[in-house]
């Protein structure tokens, strides 16, 4: 994830539990372990390399890290700073091994090579094995003095309560609508289709850079609102189900954005907010609890994919099983 729009100071306005940890570590008095949870894309490795740099910045001014500029800042960015440490899988693995644990700690056995502070990320926790966190516990317990673990994990059930009880636990909350629309537009993405991604993505910053990058997002949103929001009754299922045989391979992609589409949906109507465009007719005042029923009713078909049901079949049955139901929702 590219930070160079993304700073603390941005962190900070996001929420209180962020602040406070910026805070401690402007003043020179964050916790030597650091468990960052959230769910995934808001932000938590980007948080954790700028906790990083924070540590071993240059700037002389506490209040003034990181700089961003100087040569420890660039090459923590970079991940070339011999004093910032990263555990994760070797080439080709998944998980976090024993050996992978011991090899980052006989570093940690010597001094920094360049200054007093050593930071040590451990993105994605829920890769390591139980006996890799094992292997980590006794050093949390006992942090030498100037170095930081920076955990970040999306699951922060698969993190034992062991490692956890020795962290201080910060949860990070998602971007806001408005602060994911800015960063993609200073990343150059045109206007309209910042906008549209922002508000999709959930507060999840990688799945707006994916809706955004995403070439054929205007035909899959096409897809979707034909296929899963624009039915009425059996007659219109009829004509659906004939696209539905040209669309095998897009599936996957209809069935997420019917998800991110359908929750845009219930969070906007819940707030009063004006509607998604395609959310005409039935949908403009159809009641939450039967959105969410239809928004049950696209996950339900997610996780059939997930257990290899064919795709035809899958949208074949949804799309009944939605224009059957917004048939029954009066004008
Ligand atoms: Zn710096």
Redesign the pocket.
Known sequence: MSSSEITLKGFAKRCEAVRDLIDSLLAGRMEQSVLLCGACGVGKSTLATLLA?GLL???EDMAR??????K??VRVQKGTHPDCLKLQPDKGKKTVSVENVRSVLSVLSRSPLEGANRAVLIPRMEQLTDAAQNALLKTLEETQKGTWFLLTTDNETKVLSTIRSRCRTVRVAPFQEEEIASILLSEGVPASRAETAAALSEGSLTSAREIAQDDSFDRTQEWTVSLLFSGRGLEDYARLSFTLKNIKDQTDDILRLGVQELRLLIRRSSAGESLPDWADGVWSHAPIERCRAVLEMILQAQRMRQSNVSASAVMDMLVQQITEETSTWSL
Do not use: D, K
Request: aromatic share 0%; proline share 8%; glycine share 16%.
């Open positions: 740099q910045c240059g700037e890290r990181p700089c961003g500029v100087c420890s800042c």
